[in-house]
């Protein structure tokens, strides 16, 4: 158990939805990642947050947002999904704003 | 170009022997660091070990070890005493430097390895 917490840890939509995955990281982690892990784009960064604020962006498409609260934990948002979306999205966490990541369990996605 | 590459997508290994999963990297970066991750089937993404770019020493862990390569851009991980656990999806993972406002990993395809008992 790496101590990142991500739910649901299922979920099926139709496209056009909205949904919102849930990240907890490790107790006393201050930076949350997004990745996202489909079968054709392999394993990729989506956003970095540090202490509330973002740190880093990588292939994170513009109906997708997140944001990391004062609590640290973090949330993903995915807007008018496409059958392309569904994925298995992993939250992950490190001490600070660099060192390793610990990755939660992932969210897989399936979308209608 | 491809960054993290890993040319092997499956491997059989027999149980107690050893085996190398093979992993080359790009970059310009003189200061950067390369991790290993497990994925089960489960899913889930279990760190295994990392080795900095000015580290002298190859990193272990355990049965885990990183045969690093500066000179030919290879991050090999190889796997003593193989078990029937160790079958998984194995992903070499490159953080660079010019990045250092973030912390971000890219990674290569994975390679599958298979245990036979």
């Known amino acids: 158990d790496s101590g990142v917490t991500q739910t649901p840890k299922h979920l099926i939509t139709a496209t056009g939805q909205r949904v919102t995955l849930r990240c907890s990281p490790r107790s006393g982690d201050l930076s949350v990642y997004w990745y996202q892990q489909s079968l054709d784009q392999g394993l990729q960064f989506l956003i970095q947050y540090y202490n509330g604020e973002e740190r880093a962006k990588g292939n994170i498409l513009e109906r997708f947002s997140a944001q990391q609260f004062p609590d640290l934990h973090s949330e993903l948002n995915l807007s008018s999904l496409e059958l392309g979306d569904s994925a298995l999205y992993f939250c992950?966490?490190?001490?600070?704003?660099?060192?390793?990541?610990?990755f939660g369990e992932g969210s897989r996605l399936t979308v209608l | 170009a491809q960054k993290i590459t890993q040319t092997q997508p499956g491997m059989f290994v027999q149980e107690k022997e050893a085996v190398t999963l093979d992993c080359t990297y790009d970059t310009s970066d003189q200061s950067y660091g390369l991790f290993w991750y497990k994925q089960p089937s489960s899913g889930e993404m279990i760190f295994l070990i990392y080795q900095g770019s000015y580290d002298e020493q190859n990193a272990t862990e355990g049965r885990y070890s990183l045969n690093f390569q500066k000179a030919r851009k290879s991050a090999n991980l190889v796997i003593s005493a193989s078990q029937l656990g160790d079958s998984a999806m194995y992903f070499c993972?490159?953080?660079?430097?010019?990045?250092?406002?973030?912390?971000?990993?890219?990674f290569g395809g994975g390679t599958r390895l298979m245990v036979k008992p």
């Open positions: 993972a490159m953080r660079e430097s010019r990045y250092n406002a973030g912390n971000m990993l890219t």
């Open positions: 992950a966490s490190s001490p600070g704003p660099s060192g390793e990541l610990f």
